[in-house]
């Protein structure tokens, strides 16, 4: 009977085994972390891979409510979808916070490499799930700052 328990618990270990590369994650298992510069108030979530590397990553990002991101640009394309809130979205070096397009919990879109651009939230906290292939970076124009 022994050997029989033992047996069934190896069998539902390899059952439930991820293979090499698999990752599975449930929400609230990893935290968030303060964001660095020049974002402080955002929180950020690594789920997959080395954003500043080489190589696929996804991320996510809690924006507070009533927060703006100045203009800015991407090295390389940016997948993103609105898991919760809505972010606002406008692809302009020149502010201007009654234009753009605002994008719901569900939606996603799509930041062009080199494309500029700034986001605002209004009164909810936003949760986004960014994608993309590294190495990521952002950058800012010294005007802009």
Known sequence: ?????????????????????????????????????????????????????????????????????PPHWHLKDERVTVLKGKICISFSEKVDYTKGNCIQSGGFYINPKEARHYLWTKEEETLLQVTGEGPWGMKFDKKEK
């Open 1 to 69: 009977m022994k050997y029989l328990l033992v047996l069934l618990w190896v069998s539902v270990s390899v059952m439930y085994a991820l293979p090499e590369g698999a990752v599975q994650y449930n929400e609230g298992e990893r935290p968030f972390v303060k964001g660095q510069k020049p974002f402080p108030p955002v929180q950020m979530l690594l789920l997959e891979g080395e954003p500043l590397k080489k190589g696929i990553y996804t991320f996510r990002i809690k924006v507070p409510a009533f927060k703006k991101i």
